[in-house]
């Protein structure tokens, strides 16, 4: 499948899919560890498949390229994404250039908080089929997926 996400910036008109953890761990040692790449595999259910297909050590910066390879719903997905903003140990934004999406912009926030490090995840997003897809299917896909999410970083980092 493939995107054709334009603009690739929020507005007002994007469905919206948020979730917040607080993790017993400092800014910047949190910071890193959703700042490497390949731990997006560690924390990503196994009925997606997913696999980064990117080779070698994956520089993040602004512009840095992200393969993806998984299985939606049982279709296999490629899946590209552009990390447009960086900015350690605050926030880093990636973009979906291809993939399931009409359109994904999704915001990763850190900030320190009563002794460790609030996570917040803010995706903007546009689905084939609108809002009754988005209902039916997409929404509770994220649920499910942010879920599993929350509980292998709860025990990589601690409980939260």
Not at 12 to 35: C, K, R, Y
Not at 40 to 55: A, D, H, Y
Not at 58 to 82: F, K, N, S
Not at 122 to 139: E, F, M, S, W
């Amino acid at each position: 499948m493939k995107s054709k996400a334009k603009p690739r910036t929020p507005n007002d008109t994007d469905l919206i899919f948020s979730t917040s953890q607080w993790l017993p761990a400092p800014l910047e040692e949190t910071f890193a560890f959703f700042g490497e790449a390949r731990n997006l595999e560690r924390i990503t259910p196994p009925f997606l498949r997913f696999r980064i297909m990117t080779p070698g050590a994956i520089e993040m910066r602004p512009g840095a390229l992200i393969d993806y390879q998984l299985r939606v719903r049982g279709v296999p997905v490629r899946w590209q994404t552009e990390i447009t903003d960086w900015n350690p140990p605050n926030s880093f934004t990636d973009v979906q250039l291809r993939g399931p999406y009409r359109k994904w912009v999704h915001q990763h926030t850190f900030c320190s908080e009563n002794g460790g490090t609030r996570v917040e995840d803010t995706i903007h997003y546009l689905v084939p089929g609108g809002t009754l897809i988005d209902r039916l299917i997409i929404r509770p896909d994220l649920r499910r997926i942010f879920g599993y999410r929350r509980i292998k970083i709860e025990e990589l980092f601690g409980d939260s």
